[in-house]
């Protein structure tokens, strides 16, 4: 039975991406910008041509690595429709409240940016729109019905699936408990949920379990749990760690699903390393260590790898991860 208000081809869409997404990694793309945060379009297009031909089900756009909430509206709209034009996989597009929009805003006004921001997202052909968590209703009476009610509007305007997200309080997230997630995920239209909890694995398991009592996706975000992730039964994967070393992910899941625990365990262990290198506090500084890695990667030229809405990052860090990529190259290379 279709929910009043929630078109039918909104649920027959999410049918088709259950399938085409399960057991595949999205990576959560970069925004190439310089130091003054403007946005190149033809590095983007370079950079999404190298990225749309690893072995990946689809792209996450305007998330948080991609510091999709901070960009303008214009950059914004530049950013997916230059995806749009570059791959024919499945876009995933964040829909939250845009920093411009944030500092003042009501509830209210809240949930109107994110349908504002899902609608122009399916006018610039996503697939799908992923609602970020509105962090004011984590202490709202009628949070959880809210929470519930704002996605459901959203499948409704932006007539796209919706995917929900689980984002920890280090980037602006909060915690959804089970019973909540089980609701999201009872939503006609509803394609799974996204769970980055960062370090909290009690959290992790407890998220993981609720959502697999339903028919939807289970899609880790956690980079620095992703291996547990997959044991805990996480079934795809949508991560930030993958926006420049794509393969060091899909090589995990993919050792994963054919049951190959040796080659599990091997490809754990290299991701981990890289996660190690690239994820820790202050943890909004992964975005940055993550430029850098696409620059050493070639994906992305040196003048624009830079995260200007970010933290100061300390001396040491580029050449740590670095330092990481270049003995990953040598391993991988050795056993070619």
Known sequence: MVAKGVPEHVVDRADELLEQLRGTVLPAVLTPMDERGVVDLGVLRDYAARLDAAPVGGFAVWAHTGRGLYL??????????????????PLVAG??????????????????AVEAMAV???????????????????????????????????AEASGLPVLGFFLHGEAGGYEYPPALIRDLLALPGALGVKLATLDRAMACQDAIRAAQATDGLVVTGEDRMFGPSLMWGADTALVGIAAARAELTTAVLDAWRRGDAAEFVRASGRLDRFAEAAFYAP????????????????LVPEGWGHDPYGVGVGVGERERVMGCLEELGRELGAEG
């Open 95 to 112: 829909a939250g409240v845009p920093r411009d929009v944030a500092p003042g805003a009501t509830v209210a006004e809240a949930e109107a």
């Open 72 to 89: 303008s509206e214009a950059d914004r709209v530049a950013v997916l429709r230059t995806w749009r034009e570059a791959t024919d996989k």
């Open 283 to 298: 943890i909004e500084g992964y975005v940055q260590r993550m430029h850098w890695a696409a620059v050493w990667e070639g």
């Open 120 to 154: 122009t997202a399916a006018g610039l052909g996503a697939d799908a729109v992923m609602v970020y968590p509105l962090s004011a209703l984590a202490g709202h009476a009628d949070g959880h019905a809210r929470a519930v009610r704002l996605h459901e509007r959203v």
